[in-house]
């Protein structure tokens, strides 16, 4: 599943330029769709297509703007500020000329065209088992449920199709949503439950419990709540997944197979299979190099600061006894350079950066060895004191360690080979917790919760961390969620499933709060795509924009 690249160059034709000494030496590439995908080869390349363009959302820039940012947890850093900020504020600069709506939305419709042509194809093909001819048309429509997914919850009512496209077409339908998941999402990811093998013939291929696992978030986000809960239980009780212990290792970059990742974008080490790379690293670390003693290096990362924790965020986390702050967050930096800090020598090794969650008195940090960054509770985009979280234009702040890349070749280098987790065994446990809650049984949720939050506790702190019916709400489980998932491409999704984006904005992201309203539920609809249809007066831009 990580070669998926060089097949891609064929099968998509849509950048030819940029695979012509591959496709050189491939006599395959003088074939058609019509011809090749009723081959054996051709329908296996086609299906491993249909997975690439995930790797245009997932791990990438686009994607995190639009599940991260304009959230209560995360506002823009200064890289955001300087490089995207409309998104974030909700401005009346978020138009659909934003290129990242444009991309996104573009991606996304490649990735269900590619599934429709396999579906489309499919029954076709000889010499292939029926056995396999059904899991082919599940991995496919597995796919293109979880590409119509993201359209759906982006822009709500967009054009619906379940035929290959082929040729120019400019006729564009606006179907609701609610179709597009009772004759789209849902069917496909059933179909996919019942005909998917029970684990994946390899890493990163669509398999029974991944379906069941996006299934029921797709109907936790419908208000099944029993469907969820069912669906979610049986990922926890029938599939070999284990959460992972400590939380921290989840995140050791020699570790992105372990077993609580049920389902993954694969990315590679390999430049000429990667694709774009998994560029997560970049997005949520702050400018370290502005420390005397500090250098850009590839453990580090490269600080892009897009994307900057709230007040909010800090607040959720109890230190004391939850290790989800320390394995998510990085919060000390030593020196890869010898230099002087506050008139004591530092060399390579030492202490350079602690960022402590505390006010710590000004002469304190100022006869410190190494820079402290402290926490008054200031909101972190006003904040101009000396070594302060937020100060240095937004720059100085914990940086979300999830993402980070110390295996990259060089120091520059933004292609990353994480692979990208789609879906976790954490996640399971977080949606049968809310649906049961949901349905009545607060002491159901409160033992699902108990399982991840046992997990989560600082060895010796378990007894402390763990909560009963009566602390069972819809704050809590928000406040749970963005613990375990923070960063993970949930939040915007979560907050616009309860009902709460815009009360829980105003009130704890202040970029965004005087300006986001009620049309800010669905994104504008890319310019481009309203310019191509030839009924710009049924296929209308979204309310506001």
Not at 29 to 55: H, M, N, P, Q
Not at 248 to 264: G, H, P, R, T, V
Request: charged share 20%; proline share 5%; with cysteine.
């Amino acid at each position: 599943m990580k070669y998926f690249h060089i097949i891609i160059c064929f099968i998509l034709g849509l950048s030819i330029s940029s695979c012509n000494e591959i496709l050189t030496e491939d006599p395959v590439s003088l074939a058609t769709s019509d011809s090749y995908y009723v081959t054996e080869r051709g329908i296996e390349d086609g299906l491993k297509a249909s997975y690439t363009t995930l790797r245009d959302f997932y791990g990438q820039q686009n994607g995190f703007f639009l599940t991260v940012t304009g959230t209560d947890i995360f506002t823009n850093g200064f890289g955001g500020i300087a490089n995207n900020p409309d998104i974030n504020n909700y401005s009346s600069n978020f138009l659909g000329t934003n290129s990242t709506v444009t991309n996104v939305w573009n991606a996304l419709y490649v990735g269900v065209n590619q599934c429709n042509t396999v579906v489309s194809k499919i029954p076709d093909v000889t010499g292939i088992t029926e056995e396999r001819r059904k899991e082919v048309e599940a991995e496919a429509r597995f796919l293109r449920a979880l590409y119509y997914f993201h359209l759906v919850q982006q822009w709500g009512d967009v054009h619906f199709t379940l035929e290959e496209t082929k040729g120019v077409e400019t006729e564009a339908n606006k179907t609701p949503a609610s179709t597009i998941y009772d004759n789209g999402i849902l069917p496909d990811l059933e179909f996919a439950v019942e005909n998917l093998p029970p684990s994946a013939a390899e890493q990163g291929r669509a398999f029974k419990g991944a379906a069941e696992a996006i299934l029921a978030r797709v109907h936790l986000t419908l208000g099944n709540w029993a469907a969820a809960e069912a669906l979610a239980s049986s990922v926890i009780q029938n599939y070999d997944f284990e959460l992972v212990t400590p939380y921290a290792d989840l995140w050791d970059i020699n570790n992105d197979s372990n077993k609580e990742f049920i389902w993954s974008v694969q990315f590679t080490e390999d430049p000429l299979l990667n694709g774009p790379g998994n560029s997560g690293h970049l997005y949520f670390i702050f400018d370290y190099t502005f420390n005397p003693a500090m250098v850009r290096d590839v453990e580090n990362g490269r600080p892009f600061q897009r994307f900057l924790p709230t007040n909010y965020l800090f607040s959720l986390y109890d230190r004391d006894i939850d290790a989800r702050w320390n394995g998510s967050f990085k919060t000390v930096w030593y020196a890869n350079i010898s230099a002087e800090i506050n008139g004591h020598q530092v060399n390579p090794g030492d202490t350079a950066i602690h960022i402590v969650m505390e006010p710590v008195p000004d002469e304190v940090k100022m006869a410190a060895p190494y820079w402290i960054i402290d926490y008054k509770g200031n909101w972190i985009g006003d904040v101009n004191a000396y070594q302060e979280i937020g100060t240095n234009q937004r720059r100085n702040y914990p940086s979300l360690l999830k993402f980070l890349d110390p295996l990259r070749p060089s120091t520059n280098e933004t292609a990353g080979r994480r692979d990208f987790p789609v879906v976790r065994l954490a996640e399971m446990y977080l949606i049968a917790s809310e649906a049961a809650w949901r349905q009545g049984d607060a002491g159901t949720a409160a033992d699902y919760m108990n399982v991840l939050r046992s997990r989560a506790a600082i060895p010796g702190k378990e007894a402390e961390m763990l909560v009963d019916a009566n602390d069972i709400n819809l704050d809590f489980i928000l406040e749970e969620r963005a613990r375990e998932l923070v960063g993970e491409k949930h939040r915007w999704y979560d907050l616009k499933r309860t009902g709460t984006l815009l009360e829980r904005v105003r009130q704890y992201n202040l970029d965004a709060s005087p300006n986001i309203k009620e049309m800010h539920l669905v994104r504008p609809i890319p310019q481009t795509q309203i310019d191509r249809a030839s009924n710009p007066d049924e296929f209308v831009q979204n309310p506001g924009y």
